[in-house]
């Protein structure tokens, strides 16, 4: 595992194939909290656990999976939703609540 006190604020974070996938907010455990002002993270604070980090280099966190990859296992916090709410309804999808 990559030594975590090398892990700072506002460091890049990138695949292993150069792409961007965010920027480190802080460390929250064994995970990185990424901005959610990132243009990568649509408004929302997007976790990296710290398995995922082959190195820091060049003032960047570089991961051990590609942009992509880090993307489709990034955990999500949604700001201001309740477990089980529809983001835009607050229903169930597909129950017969949801929808205006």
């Keep these: ?3 975590r006190t090398s892990i700072r604020e ?3 974070v990138k695949g292993s ?3 961007h996938v965010g920027t480190v907010d802080h460390l929250d ?3 990185i909290k990424l901005t959610r002002t990132d ?3 649509g408004g929302e604070h997007h976790f990296i656990h710290l398995d995922s980090v082959d190195r820091v280099d060049g003032g960047a966190v570089i991961l051990n999976r590609t942009t992509a990859q880090a993307r489709d ?3 999500v916090e ?3 939703a309740l477990p089980g709410e529809d983001d835009e309804h607050g229903a169930e999808p597909g129950s017969s609540t949801a929808g205006p």
Excluded: T
Aim: aromatic share 4%.
């Design 78 to 80: 949604a700001v201001g």
């Design 73 to 75: 296992e990034w955990g």
């Design 10 to 12: 506002h460091q890049d």
């Design 29 to 31: 455990g064994d995970r």
């Design 17 to 19: 194939d150069g792409g």
């Design 1 to 3: 595992m990559v030594d």
């Design 39 to 41: 243009p990568a993270a």
